[in-house]
């Protein structure tokens, strides 16, 4: 089936670093969703995206929708403890609402 | 509003046995899923309801059947679980003005023995 590759796999970092993740694919998507998922919940949606180009922001997570519509990508700036989680991304090819998931990004921020 | 919620969050089956995962929104949305999660694979589509009335198989519907019974309600059940289905089970929903929006539930953790 459809295919996301979402990389890196995990990331460790101090408090305070700017991260950066991003989800790659050989097909085109019409829509991109950025997910957090805190452990023993599910994923809550962070940001989407509808256009090629477009860049987004939700305090200091900014997201962008690449230009090609095969790529995504998440920042976040000045990590704190409570950003550790896992980030899924997730994108809408053609019709329909059907979303393919990325296999996530585990992030852990060191006090 | 609470949002998508299921039952039960935690079960336990022997193989063989049969159960049904029950899902429910307030948000009126039209289109519900349901996803598995298994360590390192992300979210994977068993099945999906696009509108009341109507079901379609998913990414791995092997093994589960669905009834979407009103707008408000999409089950899932397992009707021989078997281990490899040892997993979280998770309900989404979408619709109104972002329909490609999904909005999960908290999840049912699934052990087959």
């Known amino acids: 089936g459809q295919q996301l590759n979402q990389s890196p796999q995990s990331m460790f970092i101090q408090e305070g670093e700017d991260v950066s993740m991003n989800c790659t694919s050989s097909?085109?998507?019409?829509?991109w969703l950025w997910y957090k998922q805190d452990p023993g919940e599910g994923p809550v949606l962070l940001i989407a995206?509808?256009?090629?180009?477009e860049l987004t922001s939700n305090g200091r997570l900014t997201a962008q929708f690449g230009i090609t519509r095969k790529d995504s990508f998440l920042n976040i700036s000045a990590s704190i403890p409570s950003d550790v989680g896992i980030y899924f991304c997730?994108?809408?090819?053609?019709?329909?609402?059907?979303?393919?998931f990325g296999e996530g990004t585990q992030l852990t921020v060191n006090p | 509003n609470a949002g998508v919620t299921q039952t039960p969050k935690f079960q336990v089956l022997k193989t063989g046995q049969s159960m049904t995962l029950q899902c429910a929104q307030d948000?009126?949305?039209?289109?519900m899923y349901w996803y598995r999660q298994d360590p390192g694979m992300g979210l994977r589509l068993i099945y999906y309801?696009?509108?009341?009335?109507?079901?379609d198989k998913g990414e791995v519907p092997n093994g589960y059947n669905v009834s979407r019974l009103n707008k408000r309600e999409f089950s899932l059940r397992l009707e021989s679980a078997a281990p490899s289905q040892t997993s979280v089970y998770f309900c989404?929903?979408?619709?109104?003005?972002?329909?490609?929006?999904?909005?999960f539930g908290p999840g049912t953790r699934l052990t087959v023995t």
């Open positions: 097909s085109i998507f019409n829509t």
């Open positions: 995206l509808y256009k090629a180009g």
């Open positions: 948000m009126n949305h039209n289109s």
């Open positions: 997730a994108g809408r090819r053609t019709s329909g609402s059907r979303l393919t």
């Open positions: 989404a929903s979408s619709g109104g003005g972002r329909v490609y929006e999904q909005y």
């Open positions: 309801s696009a509108s009341e009335g109507t079901t």
